[in-house]
């Protein structure tokens, strides 16, 4: 707010709400209905998700736009081609995906589907031929891209719906995180109650110079006052670590920061960057003379750092999947021979 809007009460102008930060609100305590009774919940949810929410929808809006999944599509369109080494690779991503086929089969008039597919994006250094000076040789270093491991799990009727879909999973992404550290907490709260239980009642034991099974055939510790002290040694640290947790009337409240924190680190826990990469025909990637230029087209891939144990990073591409070059279900047994 300007110096003049302080001093004449002026209101400050503030940015317009996103009118989906009150679905994804609702749709995050859904996942947990119990921190609704901590204190100001959702204006502090709501507070934390816009910037998460909005930074999510500039990285989906990045995105490129959807390609024609089909054979056809594999010799006219460079980024199509780069994904998959041989057009007969389509029919075989396209048939293994339960989704689409779920998609059309609950969606009998449905001439098409959008999908999202996640690939593994590798770069292999290699030896290749290419024209040195005026001799051809066949030992120059070169680096070849290729995608694996293609998985086609969210479809849906348009792109902008897709998009939409992927920016409320990314959303959910980030509350799994957040609920995941609350979940730890939560936790070593009730490790450390149930150990301090255990050592009071090992104190006690002490304490009452033997009084237990110990006491009866002379094995008992209270004669030691080396482990009376450790016992209450270990009782108080215990004890600390407890009172550091906070009271258990302030455990929401605190579960909902950590939620918020969580929201709070989207930049860190939601990465995608972009790759550029020059590539021929062959997924040569052009460089120092290396590679096709003239059959070679400039490419932009996105990359995204999914969150877990360890994290992944998978290329990631929007696809328009027409109902007519939908091959059939993949059977396993059909392919039973092979397997075995």
């Known amino acids: 707010m300007s110096l003049f809007g302080r001093l004449f009460g002026a209101k400050e102008d503030r940015a317009p709400e996103d009118p989906r930060l009150r679905h994804v609100v609702a749709r995050v305590l859904e996942m947990h209905s119990r921190l609704r009774l901590a204190p100001r919940c959702e204006a502090r949810l709501a507070t934390a998700m816009a910037p998460a929410l909005a930074h999510i929808g500039e990285l989906v809006a990045g995105a490129p736009r959807a390609h024609q999944a089909n054979t056809a599509a594999w010799s006219t369109d460079p980024y199509v081609r780069a994904y998959f080494a041989a057009p ?8 293994r995906s339960g989704a689409l086929h779920d998609y059309f089969d609950a969606n009998p008039g449905a001439s098409s589907a959008y999908a999202v597919m996640g690939m593994t994006m ?16 066949s030992d120059v270093p070169q680096t070849t891209l290729g995608f694996s491991d293609h998985n086609i799990r969210l479809c849906g009727a348009d792109e902008d719906g897709l998009r939409e879909e992927v920016t409320q999973r990314m959303m959910d992404q980030l ?36 009084a ?11 004669s030691d006052p080396g482990e009376m002290a ?17 009271p258990r009337s302030e455990v929401l409240s605190r579960q909902l920061d950590t939620l918020c924190e969580a929201f709070a680190s ?16 062959m997924n040569v ?34 696809l328009r999947v027409a109902r007519a070059d939908m091959p059939r279900a993949v059977n396993l047994l059909d392919n039973a021979d092979r397997l075995l």
């Open 88 to 95: 007969d690779d389509i029919n075989q991503v396209l048939a």
């Open 122 to 137: 590798n770069e292999r250094n290699t030896l290749g031929v290419a024209l040195v000076g005026e001799q051809t040789r």
């Open 175 to 210: 509350a799994i995180e957040g609920l995941a550290k609350v979940a730890a907490k939560t936790s070593l709260r009730e490790d450390l109650e149930q150990e301090r239980a255990l050592l009071a009642t090992r104190l006690r034991l002490l304490e009452r110079q033997g």
């Open 212 to 222: 237990g099974l110990g006491g009866m055939v002379g094995t008992d510790a209270s």
């Open 230 to 246: 450790r016992v209450r040694a270990e009782a108080e640290e215990n004890e600390q670590r407890l009172k550091a947790l906070g």
């Open 266 to 281: 989207a930049g860190e826990l939601l990465q995608v960057s972009t790759l550029q990469r020059r590539v021929d025909r």
């Open 285 to 318: 990637v052009v460089q120092h003379g290396v590679g096709d230029e003239a059959e070679s087209h400039m490419l932009q891939f996105r990359v995204a750092r999914v969150p877990g144990n360890p994290p992944q990073k998978r290329a990631l591409a929007i």
